[in-house]
């Protein structure tokens, strides 16, 4: 368990306990050091201690994993199912078998202490002051009693610690199997998994682990106990002690039958809370569009109603656990008062001794039948849960690894005939959803096999369509684990034009990308992306439509200089929608439908005059040559260029770093910062009274809370009394019930609030804070409030009251045992003070350093086609293993050593100081919840002024004199912006990289407030609620985002539309047909994210909802970039037609979508630079959009001066 250690250690990479023997922890003066620093300031990562070699995940891990995969194979032999909980056993029984011998032996003591106290109260009895004989005996009995209380207290805590360190070794070890696989899962395999489940399997399930090992070995030393303690409570006095036994064993089968309860509700609960952890992943991922759609209550209601699910089973657990807290205190009082009445019952007299020795009997077995078994019972139900949902994980499909040169079975029937052979460019081609990427998928194996052969001789890399970055250096992103050769590295650089931007980034190649990309623009991922691939220097190239994310210039330069320059003796297959590109591929494949319709070269297929002529728009200008083989490929400086330019992130924060071009250094630098994720924020100090307050107040109102305070000292009262049996069991149920009523209460309305919380903060707080932070404390922290803390809290309360009745009643008898007590209390008080300022830092240290791993397999999840294409598991794999290595679970259970050995108190005493430190670090998980309860809040979704219901009618917008900057201490990104978009006018906003258009919208949807006015009708957009506003403009963004859901519910989350409605805005868009082959048609549940649909699809159902939403004004923002040129004349023909009647705004790379607009606003640097009718602009020949329309080449020139014409003619007539 002790996995860290001080600085001057870690220097030396070694930590106490390799030096030292089994007993050595136990006199843990090595540990004050770290109380030492911990008592004088906050603790901080380099204040641990390296992990123990043979706790390192990785070694754990592989350990568990041999055992594992030989269990696979020897049950697929005998045709059998795996069993996990064999492997468990058969790897960690040994070393956990051994500690039984502590239980045995503290249990045996717990028994024999009774005698010993039995034999001194009967020298009492039979007092003789001349028989020094006797005396002699009694000192001896005394001295028993003294040993065995000593011998108990060390005994009780290093039987914790070690068995704690036996489940965090389980655990480490499955977290790391679960990570290795996740890296190995098929396609087929993701669509029965999610991001939320592994996550909770990750934060939850694996906890089961801790819990189990502390009380397993009470299952066999219960019963033991129990036979010992009525053999000698027979020997004391007689048969009516199985009166007293009936009851507890009345309690055990009753017992057990709850752990199968348990079982139950743990099973369902886990449910829940995947897909509960599952729809927040999305959330985060997906804020920016669920904010401009004003969707925030949707979710609201599907997490919320997802929550109370799980909450009403969490319930139903906690009352279970409630009536077996409640019967281990209410059992005593029942069991001596029934014992006695049979005793009595049967004309024996009552003697002090024997009453003595009995209840101490009772009190012995009493706390390991009535507290300990039950639990034992519980957690083995709840692990064997736990380990079925790891074992399920663990059996789910593997991609099929294949060595190169050996056949692969890809996917989709036989569509392609094809060798590609070296130096040769084969160039794919089709339209939505034609299976382009399906083919590379093929090709790496990704796809599960059907029929066909693709053979692969070499090894291959391959540049996703959605680029893929993970947090951590530009050079360590480009390098992806290969060694650097400064040459090399200078000419990837150069051909991916990454040049540029590496000298404007505040430390070049060393800045640190945040998560998912945050840092960088959708162009420059693109071109990290293609940069990671080409300085791999693999034998075949996979690229999956990397130029549709830069623009003309780029798109040329990474075309020429690195596709067709420094990779030009490679094959390469290039999926593409550029089509000006095709005359310099070698080959050309046309896809259609997942069937190959065309192949050939670009000349033949202009003659066949298949569907090819469809998809190509024919080119006026001169024919490219065909390029020989061997020969390398450039593409003519006149001809089209790309039509699609860098796509900034759809966070507008990124397309004004990706200005870099345009912006002075220091500017670049300061925006840069501006994403940068921050460390994750720490409370210091003790955990104040308010926060006890705040946790107690969210379950309950102050008249439950008195109802709750009055139950628990009547019960404690009533207890003590001693004569009120009946009242006893009454009160200690009813608190006990209501205690857990009142915290699980807290749980669900904490969860809430953070909830709602995180759905108002500003879409800033998302680009500084990794997915894996947020989710670190919706999964882990909110776990803990649900099922540990209630259980520690309910146990440290009616200890702590049952220790104060002890000492009143002590008190009332013999005044005198005040003298003792008190200064004991003081120094156990100084003690408890001393080592919790260290253990509550450690465990704020642990919740923090819990977050990279989960951002780890998030950012894992999302790049698993790029990590399994460039053979890097293992390299992530350890990367796991070391961010698992640094986050320590120092528990109270494990430092607290240092206090359960000062504080050498019995039984019950020592008992309520764990659990008091306990609750006090599992207050640190509520105090990060109830921090993110309280994060800062946009403006309000809904104000007292209200819009009129069928505003906007009109679609006027004017912006006067706006500013607008991303947070208050970032750079402006719009300055002075002055435009008035007339009612029902088509405007295309145009710019290079950075210029401000994205932070236009942002504007214009307030996901930051600008500064200056912004009108629409004549009413000012600040004036008004957020949702009030959103919910009256569309949006088919950047980034496509789909939820896991119906198509249906992707579409109309309200459920506002018809049936009819729906399949006719699907076919509207293309789409009808591609729903219709879904086995549910529109309740087709998709996939996480949206995944089994390609790119290009998810841009058009983003269409669909916009045509759905019938709004006055639609923007869209670079929406046709992953579509084929024939769908983006489909889209603009749709767009026209049904939003004839509306303003529309088009941000656009391709100029050909946007020439025809009414006017088009040209901007640069956040200002407007031109913005007049396009055939206007177009005769300024220093203006930007000429030069623009001038770099497509002079067939497209000609083209687009002659569409910008007849757009102006035709206004005029």
């Known amino acids: 368990m002790l996995k860290y250690g001080l600085k001057s250690v870690k220097k030396q990479g070694v930590h106490f306990l390799t030096k030292t023997n089994f007993l050595f922890p136990h006199f843990i003066s090595w540990l004050n050091p770290l ?30 994993q041999r055992y594992w995969d030989h269990e696979v194979q020897k049950a697929a032999k005998e045709l059998r199912d795996p069993s996990l909980s064999k492997v468990i056993i058969k790897c960690y029984w040994k070393s956990y078998a051994v500690l039984g011998i502590f239980t045995l032996i503290e249990e045996v003591i717990k028994v024999v202490q009774p005698v010993f106290l039995g034999k001194l109260i009967q020298y009492f009895e039979n007092y003789n002051p001349n028989n020094t004989e006797a005396l002699n005996v009694a000192f001896g009995y005394a001295a028993g009693i003294s040993m065995s209380s000593i011998g108990l207290a060390l005994l ?28 190995c899962l098929s396609s087929t395999a993701m669509g029965q998994t999610t991001t939320g489940q592994i996550v909770n399997l990750l934060s939850n399930d694996v906890n089961r682990f801790d819990e189990v090992t502390i009380f397993l070995h009470f299952l066999w030393v219960g019963p033991l106990q129990a036979g010992a303690v009525i053999g000698l409570l027979w020997y004391e006095i007689g048969p009516s002690c199985l009166a007293g036994m009936a009851v507890l064993m009345f309690l055990m089968p009753l017992q057990t039958l709850f752990g199968r309860l348990f079982s139950s509700f743990r099973s369902k609960t886990a449910a829940f809370t995947d897909s509960r952890i599952r729809t927040m992943n999305e959330v985060v991922s997906g804020i920016r569009i669920i904010k401009m759609y004003a969707w925030e209550k949707s979710f609201s209601t599907l997490v919320n109603e997802v929550r109370r699910k799980e909450i009403s089973k969490i319930m139903k657990s906690s009352y279970l656990r409630g009536l077996n807290m409640a019967s281990f205190f209410v059992a005593s009082k029942i069991i001596v008062f029934i014992t006695f009445l049979v005793y009595v019952m049967l004309g024996n007299v009552i ?64 569509m392609v005939e094809h060798i590609l052979r070296s130096e040769q460019l084969l160039a794919v081609i089709g339209p939505v959803g034609a299976g382009k990427s399906s083919l590379l998928s093929s090709i790496l194996g990704e796809l599960p096999q059907e029929k066909g052969v693709v053979k692969v001789k070499g090894n291959l890399t391959y540049v996703c369509q959605q680029p893929w970055v993970f947090p951590g250096t530009i050079r360590s992103n480009i390098l992806f684990g290969k060694e650097l050769n400064q040459q090399k590295y200078e000419r990837v ?24 990309g945050a840092t960088l623009s959708g162009g420059q991922k693109a071109r990290v992306n293609l940069a990671r691939a080409v300085y791999q220097d693999a034998d075949i190239y996979l690229l999956d439509d990397p130029l549709s994310a ?46 190959a319709v065309a192949q050939g070269t670009y000349t033949e297929l202009q003659r066949s005059g298949l569907d090819f002529t469809l998809l190509l728009k024919k080119e006026e200008e001169d024919e490219a040559p065909e390029p020989a083989p061997g020969v390398p490929c450039r593409v003519s400086r006149s001809r089209t260029l790309s039509q699609t330019s860098v796509q900034s992130h759809a966070s507008s924060v990124h397309s004004a770093k990706d200005g870099a071009d345009q912006l002075p250094v220091g500017q670049v630098t300061c925006i840069i910062l501006l994403s940068c994720a921050l460390p994750e924020t720490r409370s210091t100090g003790t955990i104040g009274i308010s926060l006890y307050l705040k946790y107690f107040r969210a379950g309950a109102n102050i008249l439950v809370l008195l109802t709750l305070i009055l139950l628990n000292l009547l019960a404690q009262v009533v207890k003590a009394k001693g004569s009120l049996t009946v009242a006893t069991i009454i009160f200690g149920f009813l608190r006990s019930l209501l205690f857990f009523n009142v915290l699980v209460n807290s749980a669900q309305t904490l969860h809430n609030r953070m909830f709602t919380s995180i759905l108002r903060t500003p879409v800033r707080f998302f680009d500084i804070n990794p997915v894996g932070r947020i989710l670190n404390r919706f999964s882990k922290d909110i776990g803990q409030l649900d099922s540990m803390l209630p259980w520690t809290f309910v146990d440290f309360i009616q200890v702590f009251l049952q220790i104060l009745g002890v000492i009143a009643v002590a008190a009332s008898v013999i005044p005198w045992i005040l003298i003792p007590v008190i200064p004991l209390l003081i120094v156990f008080l100084v003690l408890r003070r001393y080592f919790l300022q260290t253990s509550r830092d450690i465990k704020r240290l642990e919740s923090t350093t819990r977050s ?180 009256k403009m569309s949006i088919i963004p950047q980034d496509p985002v789909l939820f896991t859901g119906t198509m249906r519910k992707n579409l109309d989350p309200f459920n506002q539309h018809t049936d009819e409605d729906l399949w006719n805005v699907l076919d509207e868009v293309q789409l009808k047909a591609v729903v219709e082959e879904l086995p549910n048609k529109m309740e087709t549940e998709l996939a996480e994210s949206g995944s089994n649909f390609s790119v290009g699809q998810r841009q058009l159902v983003c269409l669909a909802r916009a045509i759905l939403r019938k709004n006055c004004i639609l923007i869209i923002d670079e929406a046709t970039a992953n579509v084929d040129p024939r769908t983006d004349e489909l889209i603009q023909k749709t767009i026209r037609a049904k939003f004839k009647e509306c303003t529309v705004l088009t941000i656009a790379h391709r100029l050909n979508t ?60």
Request: contains cysteine; neutral net charge; charged residues 25%.
């Open 550 to 595: 830069v623009d003309a210039e780029v798109g040329r330069h990474l075309f020429e200089q690195c596709i067709c320059g420094l990779l030009r003796k490679k094959p390469r297959i290039l999926v593409t929608h550029q089509l000006q590109y095709l005359k310099a591929a070698h080959q050309i494949l046309v896809l259609k439908e997942g069937q």
């Open 156 to 183: 009780h805590h290093l039987y914790f610690y070690h068995v704690q360190r036996s489940g965090m070794k389980i655990r480490v070890a499955m977290c790391h199997m679960i990570y290795k696989k996740a890296l």
């Open 493 to 516: 650089l150069k051909a991916c034009a990454l040049k540029r931007d590496m000298e404007l980034l505040p430390d070049g190649d060393l800045t640190v990308i945040g998560d998912r």
């Open 351 to 414: 003697s002090a001794g024997r009453v003595f020795v009995a209840v101490s009997l009772y009190s012995a077995v009493r706390l390991t039948v009535t507290l300990f078994f039950p639990s034992a019972v519980e957690k083995v139900s709840e692990a064997k849960i736990s380990v079925r949902r790891i074992k399920k994980f663990l059996l789910l499909d593997e991609i099929m690894k294949h060595s190169s040169g050996q056949p692969v079975q890809p996917t989709e029937e036989p």
């Open 1154 to 1213: 946007i020439i025809d607009s009414d006017r088009i606003l040209v901007l640069d640097a956040g200002r407007i630079h031109e913005y007049d009718e396009p055939y206007v602009l177009l005769q300024i020949q220093d203006g930007l959009l000429y030069k623009m329309v001038q770099q497509m080449g002079k067939a497209e020139a000609a083209s687009l001066l002659q569409t910008a014409k007849m757009v102006t003619i035709c206004m005029q007539t």
């Open 35 to 64: 109380f030492r620093i911990g008592y004088k300031r906050k603790l901080e990562e380099d204040d641990m201690y390296k992990v123990l070699p043979e706790d390192g995940s990785e070694r754990l891990g592989e350990q568990l």
């Open 852 to 1031: 990279p791993v989960f951002s780890h397999l998030s950012s894992s999840l999302q790049g698993l086609w790029t990590i399994r294409a460039f053979k890097a598991e293992q390299r992530f794999q350890q990367t796991f293993d070391a961010h698992q290595d640094l986050h320590s679970d120092l528990e109270a259970g494990a430092v607290g050593l240092a206090l359960s050995y000062a504080v050498t108190l019995m039984g019950m005493f020592q008992w309520g100081v764990r659990q008091s430190a306990e609750v006090e670090n599992m207050m640190t998980s509520v105090e990060r919840v109830v921090e993110y309860t309280e994060l800062e809040s946009e403006a309000p979704w809904e104000t007292e002024k209200k819009p009129p219901p069928d505003w906007p009618r009109h679609g006027n917008i004017t912006f006067d004199q706006v500013n607008f900057a991303y947070n208050s201490d970032g750079p402006v990104v719009l300055k002075s912006m002055n435009a008035v978009f007339r009612s029902k006018e088509k405007v295309g906003i145009v710019g290079r990289t950075g210029a401000g258009k994205s932070s236009l919208i942002s504007a214009l949807f307030r996901l930051a407030e600008p500064e200056g006015t912004i009108l629409i009708d004549g009413m000012k957009t600040s004036e008004i609620g957020l949702h009030d506003l959103r919910q």
